[in-house]
C-alpha cells in the first residue's frame, strides 16, 4: 500500500510538448489555459529563448502576470521582455507578489519598471515599499473584497459580483462601517446561503482577528496562522483595512520564519538560496564563526590553565572532546526546545521555571544514563588498551562519567536559560543564543572535567 | 512608525467577562456568536469548572466542535462532558480536526467515543485511521464541494448553494466526470462571474494539481504549498476525490515538517511539546546522545594516538576545542543548507557536483579568513601569555591556522556529502546526517591538528 502505483500526471512534460509542438497560436493559448501557472512557470525553464519569447506573445500580459510569480528567479524573464511590456505585466499582479519580482532586479531596472507602471500598481507597490522588510505590511495583498455594513445580502452579492472581477480572494469579505473602518468579516458561504432579507449584520463576525500594519513578521505570524483562517485584514493605526494577509502568504511567512529559524540554529544569519553567489553566501556564515573563532579564543586560555594536569596525565586528553561534545549536544537540544516554545507561546513566570526545572531534570537523567555508560565502557577500554590497572581506569573513567553529569546539568539550565533572557530582553534568541551557549558550555565542561581530574585523579588519588 | 500605537483588542478578556457577567443564556449565546471559536477556547482555558459546564450547555455540541480543535490538549474538556455529548460534538468537526482530538485520548476513552459517533462521522473517521501517520490521506478534511463536469453553470451554482450548508471550503469547487473520477476544479470567483449559458467546461481547470493518498507527507508538502492554491484534492488510485488539503491544513503541514527538521537538526528525534512530561522529552534526546556518546568514543581513541605528541608539547591542548569547534560549526552550516536544498528542490548529479564545489569554495574561503585572524591573534597570545618566543608563538598559532583552512575545507565537503548520499538511499538526511558529520568532523580536525603538530612543531621545527 506505501507504494503510489499509477504514476502522476507530469503536465510539466506535457506543458512542454504541447509548446513546442503546438503552431496555431489561437489553440495553443487555448490548451495553455487549463494549465497551472505553477507547472507553465517549471515548463518555461526547459525552453530556449526564441520559444519562450514566442510563448510570451501566445500568453499575454495578463497570464503572464500568474506566472511570473512562480518562478524563483523572475529577473531573466522579465529582461527578455520590453520594458513597457514587464511594467504591463507587474501592474496586472498582487502588489506582495509585484515586489517580490522587482527585489529580484538590480536597482536601476527596478525604478525603470516602477516608473512605467500604471498609477494604481506604482502606488500600491510604492505604499508595500514604504515598509520595513519584517513588518507584515511589507507582505499584504490588495486583493480583497469590501463592503459597507449598510448593505442589504442581496446587495452584497451583487457588490460581489461586480468586485470579484479584478479581486479573487473572495472566501473572506471584509465589512467597514460608515467611516470605512474595519468592522468585521463574513464568510462567504454564509452569504451564500443566506437569504435575502436578513439583516448583513447577522452573518458579520464583528470580532474577527486583525493586525496592524507595522506589526513585527516573526511576532505576529505563528499568532495569525493560530487562527487558521483564508485571510486576516491588515488594518492602518486608524483602523481603516490596508490589505489582508491570504492563507497562501501565510504558509510562506510560516515556511520563512521557520526557515530562518533553522537556518539561525545552524550558525547562518539568514536562509541561503541554491542559486545566490558563493561570496553572498560566505557573508551570511562568516559573522557566526569569527564570533565563535573569538570565543573559542577564550575557551582555549581556559584550558590553558590546565596545561599541568595534561602534563601529569596525558590521558585525559582524549575524553575531552567526548565530554565537550556531549555538553553542547544537550545544550542545542535545550535551545532548541526553549526557542520554539518562546515563539508558540507566552510563558509567564511560573511556566518559564517550569521549563527550567524540566531541561535540568532532562539533563541529570540523561547525563546519569551517559555518565554510567561512559563508566562502564571506557574503563574497560582504558584497562585494555591503554594499560592502566582496573582501579586507575575506573577512576579516570569515573571522572568523565560525573562530568558528564554535571556538564549536562548546567547545559540544560543554560540551553534554557540563556534564550530566555534574550526574549526577555527583546533581542532574537534564535540569533544571539548560540555563539554564547557553545562558549558557556565548553567552559563549563572544560572546568568540570580538568577540575576534577585535578582534585580528584592527582591530588587524592595521585594516579 | 515602529510601535503599535493603538493596542489591539483583547478579545480574549472581553469574552471572559462577558462569559462571567451575562446571566441570560440567549443573549450569552448571541453575544458569543460574534467571536472567533479560537478566542473562545483561549478564553476557556481561564475558566473554573462550573463556568465552563454551563458555557458548553449554552454554546451547544455544533459551536463546541467549531472551539474545540483549537486547543492545544482538548482531553480534559472532552471529559467534562459526557459520552453522548462528546461523540456529538465530534461528529459535527472535520474527520481530521476529530482525528487530532481523539489522539490526545487513551486508547479506550478514544474507542468508546468512535463507538458512539453517528454513522457517517465513524465512517469518516475510521478511514483516515485506515492510514499511516506519515501519508497525506491522514491529513485531508471531507470538506468540500463536488458537483459533476456535465451541469451547467446555472445548476453548479445551485448544487454548490445546496452542498454549501455542510461543507465551508467553497472557494474552490472541484468537478468529477461521469465515472466519479477527478476531472478539475473550477475556481469559485470564476463560477460566480460566469454567464448562466457558458458552458461549465469553460471554466475548469482540468490540469488541477493534486496528491495521492498514500503519498509521503514529507515529500510532498513543499510542492503542495508551491502551487499557493487554497486546498488541493487528495486522490484514490483509482482517481477518485478521498477528500481535500485546505490552505490552513498546508499551513500546518508545512509547520510540523520544518519543526520536525528543525529538531532533527538540534538532535531530537522528533519535536517537543512544552506539556509532555519529562520521560516522553527524555526518550526523545537520549538515542542520539547514546550514538554521540560512542561515536565520540572512537574520537577518543583517535586523540589517544596524539598522546605523545601532547605529553612533549601540552601547549597544543589548549586550541583543540577551537579547532574542533569550527570545523563543527562549518560542518553544521553545509549540513543545514543541504538538508533544506534537498527538501525544496530536485537536484540533477550537475547542481549536486555544483552544491558541493560551492560549499567547499566557502569553506576555503571561510577557513582562510578565520585562520589568518588566529596565526595573528593566537600568535600574540602565545607570545605574550603563554611565553613563547615570536618564532616559536607564531609557528604554534600558524597550525591552528592552516588546520582551521584545513579541517573547515573537508567539513563543507562532509557536510554537505553526507546528506547527499542519506537523500539518495532513502534514508532522512536530517536524521542521520548529524552524528556522523559530528563524528567524521570531529575526527578530520583532531588529525588534521595533531597531525600538523606533530609533523611541523615538533619533527621539523623541535619546538
Request: proline residues 2%.
Amino acid at each position: 500500500m506505501r507504494k503510489v502505483l499509477i504514476p502522476k500526471k507530469d503536465y510539466v512534460k506535457e506543458l512542454i510538448k504541447i509548446i513546442r509542438v503546438t503552431k496555431d497560436e489561437q489553440k495553443l493559448r487555448n490548451l495553455l489555459s487549463d494549465y497551472h501557472e505553477k507547472d507553465i512557470a517549471e515548463a518555461i525553464t526547459f525552453l530556449t529563448e526564441t520559444e519562450r519569447k514566442h510563448l510570451y506573445r501566445v500568453l499575454g500580459s495578463e497570464r503572464i502576470a500568474e506566472i511570473i510569480s512562480y518562478f524563483d528567479d523572475a529577473e531573466m524573464y522579465l529582461e527578455e521582455l520590453s520594458l513597457e511590456q514587464a511594467a504591463k505585466v507587474i501592474s496586472y499582479m498582487d502588489a506582495d507578489d509585484a515586489l517580490d519580482v522587482l527585489d529580484d532586479l538590480s536597482e536601476s531596472k527596478k525604478n525603470e519598471i516602477v516608473s512605467h507602471l500604471d498609477a494604481d500598481a506604482q502606488k500600491d507597490v510604492q505604499k508595500l515599499l514604504s515598509y520595513e522588510e519584517d513588518e507584515i505590511g511589507s507582505c499584504m495583498t490588495n486583493n480583497f473584497v469590501c463592503i459597507s455594513e449598510e448593505l442589504s445580502v442581496r446587495e452584497a452579492m451583487s457588490e460581489l459580483v461586480r468586485q470579484a472581477g479584478e479581486h479573487d480572494n473572495i472566501s473572506t469579505i471584509y465589512v467597514t462601517d460608515t467611516e470605512e473602518k474595519f468592522a468585521g468579516a463574513i464568510d462567504l458561504k454564509d452569504l451564500i446561503i443566506a437569504r435575502e432579507n436578513t439583516p448583513l449584520q447577522e452573518i458579520v463576525s464583528s470580532s474577527y482577528p486583525y493586525v496592524y500594519e507595522h506589526e513585527n513578521i516573526s511576532e505576529c505570524v505563528e499568532k495569525i496562522a493560530d487562527y487558521e483562517e483564508d485571510s486576516i485584514p491588515v488594518l492602518t493605526q486608524d483602523g481603516k483595512i490596508a490589505g489582508i494577509l491570504t492563507a497562501t502568504d501565510i504558509v510562506e511567512l510560516v515556511d520563512d520564519a521557520m526557515g530562518d529559524d533553522y537556518a539561525k540554529l545552524a550558525g547562518l544569519t539568514s536562509e541561503e538560496d541554491l542559486k545566490e553567489p558563493t561570496i553572498v553566501s560566505m557573508k551570511k556564515r562568516l559573522p557566526w564563526l569569527i564570533i565563535l573563532l573569538f570565543l573559542g579564543m577564550a575557551v582555549s586560555s581556559v584550558v590553558g590553565i590546565f596545561e599541568s594536569v595534561v602534563a601529569v596525565l596525558p590521558i585525559v586528553i582524549c575524553f575531552q572532546s567526548l565530554v565537550l561534545d556531549m555538553a553542547g549536544n544537550v545544550g542545542t537540544q535545550s535551545l532548541a526546545v526553549t526557542i520554539r516554545v518562546l515563539v508558540d507561546e507566552d510563558l509567564d513566570t511560573r511556566k518559564k521555571l517550569a521549563l527550567l526545572g524540566k531541561e535540568m531534570k532532562i539533563g541529570f537523567l540523561n547525563g546519569a544514563s551517559l555518565g554510567v555508560m561512559a563508566l562502564v565502557f571506557l574503563g574497560i577500554y582504558i584497562h585494555l588498551f591503554k594499560k592502566y590497572a582496573w582501579m586507575s581506569a575506573f577512576l579516570i573513567s569515573g571522572c568523565v562519567g560525573i562530568s558528564l553529569v554535571v556538564a549536562m546539568v548546567i547545559s540544560g539550565f543554560v540551553g534554557t536559560i540563556i534564550p530566555m533572557f534574550f526574549h526577555k530582553i527583546h533581542i532574537d534568541p534564535a540569533v544571539a543564543s548560540g555563539p554564547l551557549i557553545t562558549t558557556v558550555n565548553d567552559l563549563v565542561a572544560v572546568i568540570t572535567y580538568y577540575g576534577l581530574a585535578m582534585v580528584f585523579l592527582i591530588d587524592i588519588f595521585h594516579i
